[in-house]
């Protein structure tokens, strides 16, 4: 879905699950939504939400059955389509990804990120950030709206993979690293900092990453000290 958004010429904007359901409906009806993609687990937060919207999106659920308010099952709705590929003109100034903040100063802003925007962003994670190749596979712990989002596009240039976990979890990552080997992560530093706590083994499956990229926040000099012993000189900020 996050490829096809992009590739059809439409607008993609990530919805940070973490804002209220008030902030949510804001966003959607400020950015004009034409449909909404979301999974299961988040049907009673929907549920919650279509009914204080004044133009109702169409409602896509990625995983389950389509009731309430939505309309299609995700896999269902592509099915029905058309298997020849579509290539529409896209202009590379329009707008592809649309961002919006958390609204600390008020209702929250969107900002927004030309196709050209995000090629050339990519290109200088690439040059400048990331060592990565076709071989490499990019675990995203952090929300897509954050810092991890920014590295699917470079992954996917670079034929490499991304995985999506559902949430920063210090066991399913160990599990990533092992079985789908995952090479890179982005994280802030208070995960860096739970990442000190885990057991000699998960430090040992942690170490074969090659390169950790961390930002969002400041972090104190001793934390990324103890990151660095404990996993090596993998880190970039």
């Known amino acids: ?57 169409r409602f896509v659920i990625l995983e ?13 709705l592509l099915a029905s389509g058309t298997p020849d590929p579509l290539h529409p003109a896209i202009d590379e100034n329009a707008v592809a990804e649309l961002f919006y903040t958390s ?27 990331l060592s990565a190749s076709h071989a490499s596979v990019m675990a995203h712990v952090g929300p ?14 670079v034929g490499g993979r991304n995985v999506l976990l559902d949430r920063f979890d210090v066991e399913e990552l160990t599990r990533v690293v092992s079985h789908e080997g995952a090479t890179h992560t982005f994280m802030v530093p208070t995960m860096l900092q739970r990442l000190l706590q885990i057991d000699a083994e998960s430090s040992r499956s942690l170490s074969k990453l090659d390169q950790i990229s961390f930002g969002g926040a400041p972090i104190a000099p001793a934390i990324f000290r103890a990151s660095m012993e404990q996993l090596g000189p993998i880190h970039v900020e």
């Open 103 to 129: 609204g600390t100063t008020g209702r929250p802003k969107g900002a927004w990120h030309s196709h050209a925007a995000r090629a050339a962003a990519s290109l200088n994670m690439l040059a400048f950030e």
């Open 1 to 57: 879905a996050y490829y096809g958004v992009l590739e059809a010429g439409a607008v993609l904007n990530p919805i940070n699950i973490r804002l209220t359901p008030h902030e949510i409906g804001y966003i959607l009806e400020h950015a004009g939504s034409k449909l909404v993609a979301f999974h299961d687990d988040f049907r009673p937060l929907v549920d919650a939400i279509a009914p204080t919207l004044t133009r109702r999106p």
């Open 144 to 157: 897509v709206t954050h810092g991890s989002g920014s590295k699917i596009l470079p992954f996917l240039a």
């Open 64 to 76: 389950g059955e389509p009731r309430g308010v939505a309309s299609d099952e995700y896999e269902a």
